[in-house]
T-cell receptor, first 112, second 110 residues
Framework: DAGVIQSPRHEVTEMGQEVTLRCKPI?????LFWYRQTMMRGLELLIYFNNNVPIDDSGMPEDRFSAKMPNASFSTLKIQPSEPRDSAVYFCASGNGADTQYFGPGTRLTVL | GENVEQHPSTLSVQEGDSAVIKCTYS??????FPWYKQELGKGPQLIIDIRSNVGEKKDQRIAVTLNKTAKHFSLHITETQPEDSAVYFCAAYNFNKFYFGSGTKLNVKP
């Protein structure tokens, strides 16, 4: 298996623009997690899905952030409008149970 | 909610020496404690884990110990090698969520 796939690996955008991050989980996994990593706050859970259904989005910082999982093999995290403080590395992880996680390589987002 | 504290934040050892990283947690409901290794430009990778009904687990050069009474757990790496240099994160799991420590940057000097 190729593991969790994320795209793009790097994204540079200007403040106010819409950003969409993409994730393909490992086939057969029923949980999908989105994390944000910064030096100041470490690894923060933003949202997680079970069987494509959002279960807990309490970590989503504000309404500018939204996440979807239209099917078992694809998820998106969208930021609209983006702000400089959104600059971070965003990780997607999937698991075959709530207590397992395999992380993707991450997307480094820079908002100018 | 759960609070996981990790220390030290940086650790420098000589190749061949042992390294120990410690974490404490606050919620007695936490029942699963994984450790992740993150190399530069990559996502965290699970290296070892322990569940609350076990006190110690070993996998070759790495081992994890858990003290439920004191609510702390530790990662032990023996015979360190330069390729062990990375950032290590501990985590505690409960109610379908992982709570991560702040990370330890391990530098193994050849």
């Amino acid at each position: 298996d190729a593991g969790v796939i994320q795209s793009p690996r790097h994204e540079v955008t200007e403040m106010g623009q819409e950003v969409t991050l993409r994730c393909k989980p490992i086939s057969g996994h029923d949980y999908l997690f989105w994390y944000r990593q910064t030096m100041m706050r470490g690894l923060e859970l933003l949202i997680y899905f079970n069987n494509n259904v959002p279960i807990d989005d309490s970590g989503m910082p504000e309404d500018r952030f939204s996440a979807k999982m239209p099917n078992a093999s694809f998820s998106t995290l969208k930021i609209q409008p983006s702000e400089p403080r959104d600059s971070a590395v965003y990780f997607c992880a999937s698991g075959n149970g709530a207590d397992t996680q395999y992380f993707g390589p991450g997307t480094r987002l820079t908002v100018l | 909610g759960e609070n996981v504290e990790q220390h030290p934040s940086t650790l420098s050892v000589q190749e061949g020496d042992s390294a120990v990283i410690k974490c404490t947690y606050s919620d007695s409901a936490s029942n699963y404690f994984p450790w992740y290794k993150q190399e530069l430009g990559k996502g965290p990778q699970l290296i070892i884990d322990i569940r609350s009904n076990v006190g110690e687990k070993k996998d070759q050069r790495i081992a994890v110990t858990l003290n439920k009474t004191a609510k702390h757990f530790s990662l032990h790496i023996t015979e360190t090698q330069p390729e062990d240099s990375a950032v290590y994160f501990c985590a505690a799991y409960n109610f379908n969520k992982f709570y991560f420590g702040s990370g330890t940057k391990l530098n193994v000097k050849p």
